[in-house]
């Protein structure tokens, strides 16, 4: 798919046409000429490539890889121009000398060779024109158009919060009550493992979820993990990936006999549930099982896989498998149909029509081109949901006629959807590639990497990142994309991913266009011309760096973080087997070397996002080598020092060191003007620099030894939307949140630390403040004369709070205060007296989770409290909770929590 790299070049050459007007009139004729072939060939290319789909046309193939190829080659001579012309590797102290010698030579020779690459570039594009009428190739007089239906041009007008959103679960109510047997049985004798099995698109994992989800089997199990992760993992790096869950933390590690320690102390004794969403292979499957204790004969393993065949687990575990089939009933599979086209109670009520037409008219088509397929139909849907009825839908139905082979159903239809996404989307939807299957990606990281590819524009007076969401929601709105719940998830915080099988889709459509390259089996391919790649080799993750990538401009990896003497043990082995092999170093480059290769040979890099590969303690000072780089993402890995040629990469937009030892930037990182967004447990000096484009800062704290913050500290970010604060130090709290209340235009506030002050509530000047999270006391300021003094939240829709210790009066004036609080969360320890009341106030509250201490002995929730409220969950409470809630909520907790409404006095 030509666009992805089509749509951004078209930008870069009217910026090029723009930024260097005067300095290049005699090239800038021939640059206009080249952007106005690419933009009619950009329209001939949206055109052809569902053709090319289609029909198989190999003339359009070639004239699509012809294209492609013209457009690699402008990229790279824009790139090479910025690059050649770009100051930024010099010194601040010499940039006047050598202005002067660049304006006279450098200059002159770089715009002149720009000018030869052009006018050859030009030539191509003409001989491709040609070759197009020549052979008639976009003449389609002889045949019926592929698309018989209007793809979308434009994103749905739909909200840019991205809400929890769930597809319901229709005709599996039996498969949900043997999974609740299984689950929760007491007459076995042994651990149980359950295999749920099936074809892709089945269901498998929206089964399981549906259960594990449950408060009845949170509350039967004393610990559980779910773990979602790539293919063919082995039994070691499945155990890294379930022990930090089960926990709540990260751990550290030497060896797997440690692993096995640690997670056998973790589980002992205890009900213990797991889930594992992965394909797994039955040798690696029964060396997890072994892992694990089996003195709890209620504990419980669940295999979710397509594997039809499965060895029986080891005997010391209990078997029993559950098999999804397609639907086989017309009924249920428009039941599904009808439940995910119409989500909300308004939805529903404004398309009565549309589903009475649905059953009576529409239901026979529905089932035989979906086939019954659970995914086919809910990815149907949400083709529909961005059609008007009747005319729209009767040309997709009219499309899809005819493609009703069962082995095609769900090709004809995934190729619709992306044929019928706008135009912009289709490369920010083809980049979860570049993650392996089933990976949770962060959807905040995500749009970073969109903004860094070019992908992202600014729109209609929205920033980069606003137009990002809009992109998320448009694709979860159109069911292509799964946004599970998180507990106790901030905005920004949420993980987004895509179905197994749509994401093979993805890859084949990628591999097609030359989008990215995926290295994940043993052959190395030639990488040489590759322009993005992603690792996913997890046998060999150096592999594909041994040659240089002169042409990459994004690489990606997303591997388990390795133990704490894994990195050394591996170069130890590597430099021993080294001796005995010929060219031990072009086999098994040292991870320390890669990086520093990698940054010498791939100049044009614009994504960095290694997550998990070991790159030795240091990144290389090489980094400013690569001056076009907008995303430096080195993540959970050991390295601990962030070298101070970062301040030269003046084009960065976000930098992410989360899960690594680096605690503190260099000084020179304050001169990068376009930093938006910062990720990693950074200490923040007093003194920052003018980082006015910073949007993000998660998570910082004050550096006590170089002085605590103070107002001029946040003066200059005048657009920082998010601050995340770690370990907040008791003394100067104060000063610290004074700090703080210089920024105006705070959405989210997150404070960590043993004691929180109570002023934090007495200012009024976070005018926009939408979400508000607090670990730790809250106290009173010293001598202060009124401490329950409160301002006015009007904007905050969202607070959690834990390990508070608040009392009832403050949650008397949280009702008052806070006129649109739609989300309340008080977790352990946040709540200090024996009756929790909710007797007034909460007027916009809908959602309300209590995940309260022993101590908390009855709840009240009386009139006109809480008129809204929607949800209402529980958890660990005594035995003796007493419940005094209106009729209305009594509903709630019945529909929610059967065994709470049961047991518990009301």
């Given at each position: 798919?030509?666009?992805?790299?089509?749509?951004?070049?078209?930008?870069?050459?009217?910026?090029?046409?723009?930024?260097?007007?005067?300095?290049?009139?005699?090239?800038?004729?021939d640059v206009?000429?080249?952007?106005?072939?690419?933009?009619?060939?950009?329209?001939f290319?949206?055109?052809?490539?569902?053709?090319?789909?289609?029909?198989?046309?190999?003339?359009?193939?070639?004239?699509?890889?012809?294209?492609?190829?013209?457009?690699?080659?402008?990229?790279d001579?824009?790139?090479?121009?910025?690059?050649?012309?770009?100051?930024?590797?010099?010194?601040?102290?010499?940039?006047t000398?050598?202005?002067?010698?660049?304006d006279?030579?450098?200059?002159?020779?770089?715009?002149?060779?720009?000018?030869?690459?052009?006018?050859?570039?030009?030539?191509?594009?003409?001989?491709?024109?040609?070759?197009?009428?020549?052979?008639?190739?976009?003449?389609?007089?002889?045949?019926?158009?592929?698309?018989?239906?209007?793809?979308?041009?434009?994103?749905?007008?739909?909200?840019?919060?991205?809400?929890?959103?769930?597809?319901?679960?229709?005709?599996?109510?039996?498969?949900?009550?043997?999974?609740?047997?299984?689950?929760?049985?007491?007459?076995?004798?042994?651990?149980?493992?359950?295999?749920?099995?099936?074809?892709?698109?089945?269901?498998?994992?929206?089964?399981?979820?549906?259960?594990?989800?449950?408060?009845?089997?949170k509350?039967?199990?004393?610990?559980?993990?779910?773990?979602?992760?790539?293919?063919?993992?082995?039994?070691?790096?499945?155990?890294?990936?379930?022990?930090?869950?089960?926990?709540?933390?990260?751990v550290?590690?030497?060896?797997?006999?440690?692993?096995?320690?640690?997670?056998?102390?973790?589980?002992?004794?205890?009900?213990?549930?797991?889930?594992?969403?992965?394909?797994?292979?039955?040798?690696e499957?029964?060396?997890?099982?072994?892992?694990?204790?089996?003195?709890?004969?209620?504990?419980?393993?669940?295999?979710?896989?397509?594997?039809?065949?499965?060895?029986?687990?080891?005997?010391?575990?209990?078997?029993?498998?559950?098999?999804?089939?397609?639907?086989?009933e017309?009924?249920?599979?428009?039941e599904?149909?009808?439940?995910?086209?119409?989500?909300?109670?308004?939805?529903?009520?404004?398309?009565?029509?549309?589903?009475?037409?649905?059953?009576?008219?529409?239901?026979?088509?529905?089932?035989?081109?979906?086939?019954?397929?659970?995914?086919?139909?809910?990815?149907?849907?949400?083709?529909?949901?961005?059609?008007?009825?009747?005319?729209?839908?009767?040309?997709?139905?009219?499309?899809?006629?005819?493609?009703s082979?069962?082995?095609?159903?769900?090709?004809?239809?995934?190729?619709?959807?992306?044929d019928?996404?706008?135009?912009?989307?289709?490369?920010?939807?083809?980049?979860?590639?570049?993650f392996?299957?089933?990976?949770?990606?962060?959807?905040?990281?995500?749009?970073?990497?969109?903004?860094?590819?070019?992908?992202?524009?600014?729109?209609?007076?929205?920033?980069?990142?606003?137009?990002?969401?809009?992109?998320?929601?448009?694709?979860?709105?159109?069911?292509?994309?799964?946004?599970?719940?998180?507990?106790?998830?901030?905005?920004?915080?949420?993980?987004?991913?895509?179905?197994?099988?749509?994401?093979?889709?993805?890859?084949?459509e990628?591999?097609?266009?030359?989008?990215?390259?995926?290295?994940?089996?043993?052959?190395?391919?030639?990488?040489?011309?590759?322009?993005?790649?992603?690792?996913?080799n997890?046998?060999?993750?150096?592999?594909?760096?041994?040659?240089?990538?002169?042409?990459?401009?994004?690489?990606?990896?997303?591997?388990?973080?390795?133990?704490?003497g894994?990195?050394?043990?591996?170069?130890?082995?590597?430099?021993?087997?080294?001796?005995?092999?010929?060219?031990?170093?072009?086999?098994?480059?040292?991870?320390?070397?890669?990086?520093?290769?990698?940054?010498?040979?791939?100049?044009?890099?614009?994504?960095?996002?290694?997550?998990?590969?070991e790159?030795?303690?240091?990144?290389?000072?090489?980094?400013?080598?690569?001056?076009?780089?907008?995303?430096?993402?080195?993540t959970?890995?050991?390295?601990?020092?962030?070298?101070?040629?970062?301040?030269?990469?003046?084009?960065?937009?976000?930098?992410?060191?989360?899960?690594t030892?680096?605690?503190?930037?260099?000084?020179?990182?304050?001169?990068?003007?376009?930093?938006?967004h910062?990720f990693?447990?950074?200490?923040?000096?007093?003194?920052?620099?003018?980082?006015?484009?910073?949007?993000?800062?998660?998570?910082?704290?004050?550096?006590?030894?170089?002085?605590?913050?103070?107002?001029?500290?946040?003066?200059?970010?005048?657009?920082?939307?998010?601050?995340?604060?770690?370990?907040?130090?008791?003394?100067?709290?104060?000063?610290v949140?004074?700090?703080?209340?210089?920024?105006?235009?705070?959405?989210?506030?997150?404070?960590e630390?043993?004691?929180?002050?109570?002023?934090?509530?007495?200012?009024?000047?976070?005018?926009?403040?939408?979400?508000?999270?607090?670990?730790?006391?809250?106290?009173?300021?010293?001598?202060?004369?009124?401490?329950?003094?409160?301002?006015?939240?009007?904007?905050?829709?969202?607070?959690?709070?834990?390990?508070?210790?608040?009392?009832?009066?403050?949650?008397?004036?949280?009702?008052?205060?806070?006129?649109?609080?739609?989300?309340?969360?008080?977790?352990?320890?946040?709540?200090?007296?024996?009756?929790?009341?909710?007797?007034?106030?909460?007027?916009?509250?809908?959602?309300?989770?209590?995940?309260?201490?022993?101590?908390?002995?009855?709840?009240?929730?009386?009139d006109?409290?809480?008129?809204?409220?929607?949800?209402?969950?529980?958890?660990?409470?005594?035995?003796?909770?007493?419940?005094?809630?209106?009729?209305?909520?009594?509903?709630?907790?019945?529909?929610?929590?059967?065994?709470?409404?049961?047991?518990?006095?009301?």
């Amino acid at each position: 798919m030509a666009e992805a790299v089509l749509g951004p070049l078209v930008g870069r050459l009217q910026e090029l046409v723009m930024s260097e007007a005067r300095a290049m009139v005699a090239v800038n004729e021939d640059v206009r000429s080249l952007r106005d072939k690419l933009m009619w060939m950009q329209a001939f290319l949206r055109d052809a490539e569902p053709r090319r789909r289609a029909n198989n046309d190999e003339l359009i193939r070639v004239c699509l890889q012809q294209t492609r190829d013209v457009v690699f080659d402008t990229e790279d001579a824009i790139d090479q121009y910025f690059f050649r012309i770009d100051l930024s590797r010099y010194p601040s102290w010499i940039h006047t000398i050598v202005r002067v010698f660049r304006d006279f030579f450098t200059q002159v020779r770089v715009r002149s060779d720009l000018s030869k690459r052009i006018k050859l570039i030009n030539t191509r594009f003409e001989s491709i024109i040609d070759n197009k009428g020549k052979y008639k190739i976009d003449d389609g007089s002889e045949t019926m158009p592929v698309t018989t239906w209007r793809p979308s041009t434009a994103i749905s007008a739909t909200a840019e919060k991205l809400d929890d959103f769930v597809i319901p679960l229709v005709g599996r109510a039996a498969q949900l009550k043997y999974l609740g047997h299984a689950l929760i049985s007491e007459k076995t004798k042994h651990p149980m493992a359950i295999s749920v099995t099936g074809k892709s698109g089945v269901g498998k994992t929206k089964l399981v979820k549906e259960r594990y989800e449950r408060h009845s089997t949170k509350r039967y199990f004393d610990i559980k993990a779910w773990v979602t992760c790539a293919p063919n993992l082995n039994a070691s790096n499945l155990m890294k990936l379930i022990l930090p869950r089960l926990i709540g933390g990260s751990v550290k590690w030497s060896t797997d006999d440690d692993l096995r320690t640690m997670l056998q102390k973790v589980l002992k004794n205890k009900k213990y549930l797991l889930v594992i969403d992965a394909e797994v292979s039955s040798t690696e499957w029964n060396i997890m099982i072994d892992y694990l204790p089996t003195d709890n004969v209620n504990s419980r393993v669940v295999r979710i896989t397509q594997a039809a065949d499965l060895e029986s687990p080891p005997p010391y575990f209990e078997e029993e498998n559950i098999e999804l089939h397609h639907f086989e009933e017309q009924d249920i599979t428009v039941e599904l149909f009808l439940a995910t086209l119409f989500m909300s109670d308004k939805e529903k009520h404004c398309g009565d029509l549309v589903m009475e037409a649905v059953k009576t008219n529409h239901a026979k088509f529905i089932f035989d081109v979906t086939g019954g397929l659970p995914l086919a139909v809910v990815l149907l849907s949400g083709l529909l949901r961005t059609k008007e009825y009747p005319g729209e839908w009767w040309k997709v139905f009219k499309h899809l006629e005819g493609n009703s082979n069962e082995r095609k159903r769900l090709d004809n239809i995934l190729s619709m959807c992306f044929d019928d996404l706008p135009h912009g989307l289709k490369s920010c939807f083809l980049y979860f590639v570049g993650f392996p299957a089933s990976t949770l990606v962060k959807a905040r990281s995500l749009v970073c990497m969109w903004m860094a590819e070019g992908f992202l524009r600014p729109k209609e007076g929205k920033t980069m990142e606003k137009v990002g969401e809009r992109y998320l929601h448009e694709l979860i709105h159109r069911r292509l994309m799964n946004l599970p719940p998180l507990e106790n998830a901030a905005p920004g915080d949420e993980r987004v991913t895509v179905q197994t099988r749509v994401h093979d889709f993805l890859v084949l459509e990628a591999q097609e266009a030359n989008f990215m390259e995926i290295h994940s089996g043993d052959d190395v391919p030639t990488l040489s011309t590759a322009r993005r790649l992603s690792l996913q080799n997890h046998m060999d993750k150096y592999a594909a760096l041994a040659e240089p990538l002169p042409k990459l401009r994004s690489i990606m990896s997303n591997f388990e973080k390795e133990s704490q003497g894994g990195a050394e043990t591996k170069k130890d082995i590597k430099t021993n087997v080294g001796a005995c092999i010929p060219f031990p170093r072009k086999a098994h480059a040292h991870s320390n070397d890669v990086m520093q290769k990698l940054l010498q040979g791939s100049k044009f890099l614009r994504v960095i996002f290694l997550d998990g590969l070991e790159i030795g303690k240091k990144l290389p000072p090489e980094i400013s080598n690569v001056k076009h780089l907008h995303y430096l993402g080195i993540t959970s890995c050991s390295i601990d020092e962030i070298p101070s040629s970062v301040g030269n990469l003046t084009h960065l937009e976000t930098l992410d060191v989360r899960g690594t030892s680096v605690t503190r930037l260099p000084r020179e990182f304050r001169r990068i003007p376009t930093l938006r967004h910062v990720f990693g447990s950074i200490i923040l000096p007093r003194r920052v620099g003018n980082l006015e484009q910073l949007q993000t800062l998660q998570e910082v704290k004050p550096d006590e030894d170089g002085g605590v913050w103070d107002t001029t500290t946040f003066a200059c970010m005048k657009h920082l939307q998010s601050l995340y604060i770690w370990n907040l130090p008791d003394k100067n709290a104060q000063a610290v949140l004074a700090a703080i209340y210089e920024v105006k235009y705070l959405v989210l506030l997150s404070i960590e630390g043993k004691v929180i002050s109570l002023e934090l509530f007495t200012f009024s000047n976070f005018t926009r403040l939408q979400v508000m999270i607090l670990k730790g006391k809250i106290e009173p300021p010293l001598n202060d004369s009124n401490p329950l003094y409160f301002r006015k939240f009007s904007t905050l829709t969202k607070l959690s709070l834990n390990k508070t210790k608040v009392s009832q009066y403050f949650i008397n004036k949280l009702s008052v205060e806070l006129p649109l609080l739609a989300s309340l969360a008080l977790l352990p320890e946040s709540y200090e007296e024996r009756c929790l009341a909710f007797k007034d106030g909460f007027q916009s509250l809908k959602e309300l989770k209590l995940d309260l201490d022993m101590c908390v002995e009855e709840i009240v929730i009386e009139d006109p409290a809480c008129p809204c409220l929607e949800k209402l969950e529980i958890t660990n409470y005594s035995k003796g909770l007493h419940l005094k809630v209106r009729h209305n909520i009594e509903k709630i907790i019945k529909h929610q929590d059967y065994y709470l409404y049961k047991k518990m006095k009301i």
